[in-house]
């Protein structure tokens, strides 16, 4: 098991059991809102192939442009338009999915940006297959939320809310089992 402290010395991890810290066996600190120990039952990440070659042809292309263009403004306009390219691929480089006992939770790449929902505010789970103009990456489309860095399958969170979130996964059957164990 994985387990750290955090800055109000409240334990945390990864795996099953239990860590005790100085403030006492339950994590009360006053900062310590809940018991934080989390066992994760799926972890999943995904590699954006597709989001990858196309962005690192992107940025080839563009930066062959840019050294082959001999005004100086439009060769530093593709430069940056180059190194946007390769922070996009490394952005969207993977899709990580965890599920653990309280929530679901979701990051790109480096994890620049994460998501969750806790399980209780789910309604409804079902594996859903996107349409290729949907998109990759962060899409808000009629009627639903995607996430998604390769790929058309993914699996349809119905929130109590009313709203609609799809996370795209090669796995679309291996997350549902999890999120709904």
């Given at each position: 098991?994985?387990t750290?402290?955090?800055?109000?010395?409240?334990?945390?991890?990864?795996?099953?059991?239990?860590?005790?810290?100085?403030?006492?066996?339950?994590?009360?600190?006053?900062?310590?809102?809940?018991?934080?120990?989390?066992?994760?039952?799926?972890?999943?990440?995904?590699?954006?192939?597709?989001?990858?070659?196309?962005?690192?042809?992107?940025?080839?292309?563009?930066?062959?442009?840019?050294?082959?263009?001999?005004?100086?403004?439009?060769?530093?306009?593709?430069?940056?338009?180059?190194?946007?390219f390769?922070?996009?691929?490394?952005l969207?480089?993977?899709?990580?999915?965890?599920?653990?006992?309280h929530?679901?939770?979701?990051?790109?790449?480096?994890?620049?940006?994460?998501?969750?929902?806790?399980?209780?505010?789910?309604?409804?789970?079902?594996?859903?297959?996107?349409?290729?103009?949907?998109?990759?990456g962060?899409?808000?489309?009629?009627?639903?939320?995607?996430?998604?860095?390769?790929?058309?399958?993914?699996?349809?969170?119905?929130?109590?809310?009313?709203?609609?979130?799809?996370?795209?996964?090669?796995?679309?059957?291996?997350?549902?089992?999890?999120?709904?164990?």
């Amino acid at each position: 098991m994985r387990t750290s402290v955090n800055r109000h010395g409240c334990s945390w991890g990864f795996g099953v059991g239990y860590e005790p810290d100085h403030y006492g066996s339950d994590n009360q600190h006053p900062y310590c809102d809940r018991r934080m120990i989390m066992t994760i039952r799926y972890h999943h990440t995904q590699r954006g192939t597709l989001m990858l070659v196309v962005m690192l042809i992107a940025a080839i292309s563009t930066a062959s442009a840019a050294y082959l263009n001999p005004l100086s403004f439009e060769r530093w306009l593709l430069s940056a338009l180059a190194i946007g390219f390769l922070v996009l691929a490394w952005l969207f480089s993977s899709l990580t999915v965890e599920v653990s006992e309280h929530e679901i939770n979701w990051q790109f790449g480096p994890g620049f940006w994460r998501y969750r929902i806790a399980l209780a505010e789910i309604e409804s789970i079902q594996i859903a297959r996107n349409n290729w103009w949907n998109g990759f990456g962060i899409r808000t489309r009629p009627g639903f939320r995607l996430y998604n860095v390769s790929g058309l399958d993914a699996v349809e969170l119905r929130l109590k809310t009313g709203d609609i979130r799809r996370i795209g996964t090669d796995d679309a059957e291996g997350l549902v089992a999890a999120l709904k164990s």
